[in-house]
């Protein structure tokens, strides 16, 4: 199957695709290229390399519902969350200390 041929299965243009999936034409060629070579299997989620997250699923709760309420509920000065008070609560309250960048 083709490029031209996946486009037509879905009823969308390949531009239309790219901006409803947020994906570069070239991210969909290569899930396409995937999906010819490995089926729905090639695009399924694999293991990828580097440090596992250190949030577990406890954490993310009590982070979902800390993010719904305004700071001031947990006695920071600020009224709106932002990455680095994130950032600073996290390590506050589980120990867990996550790059600058990674709180953006």
């Known amino acids: 199957m083709d490029k ?5 299965l879905i ?19 290569y899930l ?4 010819n070579e490995k089926g729905v299997k090639g695009v399924e989620g694999e ?4 440090r596992p997250g250190s949030l577990t699923d406890e954490i993310a709760k009590d982070l979902k519902e800390k993010l719904v309420q305004p700071p001031m509920n947990q006695n920071y000065r600020q009224s709106r ?9 996290l390590k506050e309250k589980h120990n867990i200390d996550i790059g600058r960048t990674t709180a953006l």
């Open 4 to 8: 031209g041929e996946i486009w037509r």
């Open 11 to 29: 009823g969308r243009t390949g531009i239309l695709a790219c901006h409803l999936h947020r994906m570069s034409r070239h991210g969909i060629y």
């Open 32 to 35: 396409v290229k995937r999906v």
């Open 47 to 50: 293991k990828r390399p580097g």
């Open 81 to 89: 969350w932002d990455g680095p008070l994130v950032r600073k609560y």
